[in-house]
């Protein structure tokens, strides 16, 4: 398992699937642009970029933060068996990501917080399970963190737009509101903290309510930034942005604004999809910002 160390804090990578984007560039990436792809294929191919399909290299990932206190879950991929209708990488799954999670060292029942950036589809998959027919929480001791903005956007009672948004109508249903109904649900406003190294605040802009996550502690500090950013190129490129981005000017301004504090702290970024090593430090250069990939502590 790819395990990052901050301290003495460790930071495991739990795969869900990695595979390529299932549109073209253009139509992943808000006003990407060829001559970049061109400039920076040496690094990009194999694990960021495939020329022979010409698509994006995307992972989809949690995080499983360790702590000397507590046991954290970071965005929680796309789950099984969900009904997912115009996304075949989501749909329907049987993928034995809690065995992957076990592997680590962790049982469900040890979790103690799950934190979902956003409520996009492949961000909340596995706060539930279907047991007999029913959604119920995969993680029965563990708070499940959201930010109350999503929550009143995602809930097609209270939005009905919500209703036809692809990427959180069913997702709401069934794996966001079991987890309110069991009473595991913390809404969050503002910053929060977790614990004493770890602390969300708010990154709007790929949706109005998504959040993001600092670490801090004497060996430094990293930055869990969701869907922020989405391919390793927008380091390079920041002002593009996914297609999926509900707020594009606010988008580009976060992503901006959390890549120069990522240089400014020399920051350990974890992003929700870049491909391997997956996880980066971001530097300055003269024409604006660069990757420095950090392989894992250990594998
Ligand atoms: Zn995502």
Redesign the pocket.
């Known amino acids: 398992m790819a395990t990052w160390a901050i301290g003495d804090v460790t930071v495991i990578r739990i795969e869900e699937q990695i595979g390529f984007a299932s549109r073209a560039p253009e139509d992943y990436l808000d006003g990407f642009e060829r001559e970049v792809l061109a400039r920076h294929l040496d690094w990009l191919v194999p694990h960021h970029y495939s020329p022979r399909e010409d698509r994006l290299v995307n992972s989809v990932h949690s995080w499983l933060i360790r702590t000397g206190r507590h046991t954290v879950l970071l965005d929680s991929c796309a789950g099984n068996h969900k009904h997912r209708p115009g996304f075949p990488r989501f749909h329907q799954l049987d993928i034995p990501f809690l065995n992957r999670l076990r592997a680590a060292g962790v049982q469900p029942k040890e979790v103690d917080a799950v934190l979902c950036t956003h409520l ?1 589809s ?2 909340v998959g596995w706060n539930t399970m279907l047991v007999d027919g029913r959604w119920v929480p995969t993680f029965p001791n563990a708070k499940y963190l959201f930010s109350r903005i999503e929550n009143e956007i995602g809930d097609p009672r209270r939005n009905p737009a919500a209703e036809a948004d692809i990427q959180r109508g069913f997702a709401y249903c069934d794996s966001v509101l079991p987890v309110i109904e069991a009473g595991q649900a913390v809404l969050v406003d503002g910053e929060h903290a977790i614990d004493d190294s770890l602390t969300i605040v708010p990154a709007p802009g790929h949706t109005r309510g998504h959040v993001a996550l600092w670490l801090a502690n004497t060996a430094g500090r990293a930055l869990f930034s969701g ?1 922020v950013m ?1 391919h390793a190129l927008q380091i390079h490129a920041p002002h593009w942005n996914s297609k999926f981005c509900e707020l594009p000017d606010v988008a580009r301004a976060t992503r901006r604004q959390l890549i120069e504090q990522c240089v400014e702290h020399r920051a350990t970024l974890f992003p ?2 870049f491909g391997a090593p997956h996880v980066t430090r971001i530097r300055a250069v003269p024409q604006g910002f660069s990757p420095e990939f950090v392989v894992a502590d250990r594998n």
């Open positions: 996009h492949d961000h869907d989405h929700a999809h």
